[in-house]
């Protein structure tokens, strides 16, 4: 008796904590009204549903992350559906709570059976496929086969299943879900229903994103959610998973989901310094673009990243100029901006700005040093912006001689006075002033040199700083420096640093060559004509020599 007194049984063990689920799981819709984007084959299958027309094969085809295994699920639900009083049938609205819905929804269903065909690519996998389509389902209304990356089937596998696929018994239904459907052999596509699912637009996701941080209890910025959207590219799963990433980082900081935490998060190039880069070079500003360009690199934006972000502005800009609806994720700074770019540039010149920033994105991506080949491009933009049209550039191959021609450099005027000027000899006040006194005072080899390997990084009065970059000369420094001397009364310092520096003017003028021979090649006419004779090229002609 006493020892049955003093038996208190197993101490109580503390509950296990639920295992984290991420969003892109937690979230997955479990019914059709969750499907965000698809309202088109919702319809579709809904009719199909009500005038008992379904067919006995279905093909879910879209990029990753638009629900192609979640619509699957959820039509083998809406097949099997039995309702909560168990009388139910398909219907477009399964209840979630009947046996069927929740085995379903829990991935335990006997007659529901998912296969991936990345790791089920044979012959032999169909084939058990095959035999057990022959019999019925063990408790459902429907046998339904869910097959994952369908595409990845072999050829002899397609082949096995084409007959079954074609006249499946009555208790069977096939689902195919895909990402490349041109590698689908057209005898399975003829034989199913196709549902092209489509890109989530980054509005619909920014909502949809703000829907979870709410049941989330987590604060976030609407530009963050915007941001996160637009990364996704149209992917719910893309989109849930940057989500839950943000929110640790943000637990990581304290405080909700900001923008600046996600840009930062993503290597987003800021969208403010991307119109500042973009101003700079509308501006014809190279040595500020380098910079600002240097300043996103240093904070760990990707150079192809700031190409892309350009080209993205260039879009918005004509889109604007179009007069279309403006983005509701754009700020009142940005809207303004792109107004006023859109009222100074004309279609031509955004459309050469694409063109070159374009090519600018591909010579980065496939480069051996990113950064290097980006300022490169947005320097040959800049001196591709001041270039002609087509059309004046045929006025001037028609009567005003060598298209190209170089004007020398415009000096600054001295603002001491004529006393002064006598007085003092005046000083260079930019670089190619520098060129164009070492010209007048004969020393052409120096200036030679410099034109073709001196890349300044920065000039100032009585100061220059030139790239060490190969092929740069390292004499030159000190006889620069003896020559201005000489010529100006000062003492100049001359320095070098390990930098790349702005072209040199002869690369800066090979560059204004090929973005001008770029743009010729690109008109109309020249077009036809090298089209029409693929072996001619593109010559300089003078009148005089015509």
Not at 131 to 147: G, L, M, N, P, Q
Not at 518 to 530: G, H, N, Q, S, Y
Request: glycine share 6%; charged share 25%.
């Amino acid at each position: 008796m006493a020892d049955s007194f003093l038996d208190l049984g197993e101490p109580p063990q503390p509950a296990k904590p639920e295992a984290y689920r991420v969003l892109a799981r937690k979230y997955r819709p479990q019914n059709f009204s969750e499907l965000i984007g698809q309202d088109a084959m919702v319809t579709t299958l809904g009719n199909a549903i009500k005038r008992g027309r379904l067919a006995h094969a279905f093909l879910l085809t879209g990029v990753r992350g638009v629900g192609k295994t979640s619509t699957a699920r959820l039509i083998a639900k809406a097949l099997n559906c039995i309702g909560p009083d168990e009388q139910g049938g398909p219907t477009i609205d399964p209840c979630g709570v009947c046996e069927p819905c929740r085995a379903i929804a829990e991935g335990r269903h006997i007659d529901v059976i998912e296969m991936d065909a990345a790791s089920h690519t044979g012959v032999d996998d169909v084939r058990e496929i095959i035999d057990a389509s022959r019999y019925s389902a063990v408790s459902a209304r429907f046998k339904i086969y869910i097959i994952d990356e369908v595409h990845m089937l072999s050829k002899n596998a397609f082949n096995a299943l084409l007959k079954t696929l074609e006249e499946p018994p009555p208790h069977v239904k096939f689902l195919f879900a895909t990402t490349e459907v041109n590698k689908v052999p057209v005898t399975v596509l003829s034989r199913c229903q196709r549902f092209d699912l489509r890109r989530i637009t980054s509005e619909k996701l920014a909502a949809h994103f703000a829907h979870v941080v709410q049941a989330e209890g987590v604060e976030a910025e609407f530009e963050a959610l915007a941001l996160i959207a637009r990364a996704a590219e149209g992917s719910a799963r893309d989109g849930l998973s940057i989500l839950d990433q943000a929110i640790a980082h943000a637990g990581m900081e304290g405080g909700g989901v900001r923008a600046d935490a996600v840009r930062e998060m993503l290597g987003l190039s800021d969208r403010g310094a991307v119109r500042d880069l973009l101003g700079l070079v509308l501006a014809g500003d190279g040595l500020g673009a380098l910079a600002a360009l240097r300043r996103q690199y240093d904070l760990g934006v990707d150079p192809l990243g700031v190409l892309r972000a350009l080209l993205a502005s260039i879009h918005a800009v004509t889109l604007a100029k179009l007069g279309t609806e403006a983005d509701s994720a754009q700020s009142a700074e940005e809207r303004a901006a792109l107004e006023s770019w859109a009222a100074a540039l004309s279609f031509a010149a955004l459309h050469r700005l694409w063109q070159l920033l374009l090519k600018g994105h591909d010579e980065v991506a496939r480069a051996a040093l990113p950064i290097e080949a980006c300022e490169m491009a947005l320097l040959r933009v800049i001196h591709a912006a001041s270039l002609p049209d087509p059309g004046e550039l045929a006025r001037r191959l028609s009567g005003e001689g060598l298209v190209g021609a170089n004007h020398p450099p415009q000096t600054a005027p001295s603002s001491a006075g004529p006393a002064a000027d006598a007085a003092t000899p005046a000083q260079p006040a930019s670089f190619d002033a520098v060129l164009a006194m070492l010209d007048t005072a004969r020393e052409m080899s120096l200036a030679e040199k410099l034109r073709l390997t001196g890349r300044v990084v920065r000039f100032a009065p009585l100061e220059i700083v030139l790239s060490s970059a190969k092929p740069f000369p390292a004499d030159i420094p000190r006889e620069l420096a003896d020559v201005l001397r000489r010529l100006t009364g000062q003492t100049w310092r001359i320095t070098t640093e390990d930098t790349p520096g702005a072209p040199s003017m002869r690369e800066a003028q090979a560059l204004a060559r090929e973005a001008e021979l770029d743009t010729v090649r690109e008109a109309p006419i020249v077009k036809a004509v090298l089209e029409a004779f693929p072996a001619s090229e593109i010559v300089e002609w003078t009148t005089k020599q015509a």
